[in-house]
C-alpha cells in the first residue's frame, strides 16, 4: 500500500519559513520524481516544485528564490523549504509520486500552510 504523508504545516506569520516533509512508503522511492502542489480556497492545484530522480528541480515563478524543493533517498522522504512567507502562500500543500517511464502517480493527504499575521 502506497502511502505519502504529509507533515509541516501550519500558521506562520508574513515573512517567516516552513519546512514541509512527506514520508513516502510503498514505492521505491528513488524511482519516483517527487513534487509539491497546492491548492487555494476557489482556485485549481497548481504545481509549487519538483524534483526529479537525477535530482533536477523545477519551481513555479512565483515561488522561485523563495522555496527550495530537496529529497532524501535514504529516508524516502521529500522535503520543502519555504522563506519569506507571503499570504498569497496560504493553500493546502499536497505531496506528489511520479514515475514517469510507468505513469504510476499518487498523492499525500494534503497540509495546511496559513500566512497572516
Known amino acids: 500500500q502506497v502511502q505519502l504523508v504529509e507533515s509541516g504545516g501550519g500558521l506562520v506569520q508574513p515573512g517567516g519559513s516552513l519546512r514541509l516533509s512527506c514520508a513516502a512508503s510503498g514505492i521505491i522511492f528513488s524511482r519516483y520524481a517527487m513534487g509539491w502542489y497546492r491548492q487555494a480556497p476557489g482556485k485549481q492545484r497548481e504545481l509549487v516544485a519538483v524534483i526529479s530522480t537525477d535530482p533536477s528541480t523545477n519551481y513555479a515563478d512565483s515561488v522561485k528564490g523563495r522555496f527550495t524543493i530537496s529529497r532524501d533517498n535514504a529516508k524516502n522522504t521529500v522535503y520543502l523549504q519555504m522563506n519569506s512567507l507571503k499570504p498569497e502562500d496560504t493553500a493546502v500543500y499536497y505531496c506528489?509520486?511520479?514515475?514517469?517511464?510507468?505513469?504510476?502517480?499518487?498523492w499525500g493527504q494534503g497540509t495546511q500552510v496559513t500566512v497572516s499575521s
Open positions: 506528489n509520486a511520479k514515475r514517469v517511464t510507468t505513469g504510476w502517480e499518487f
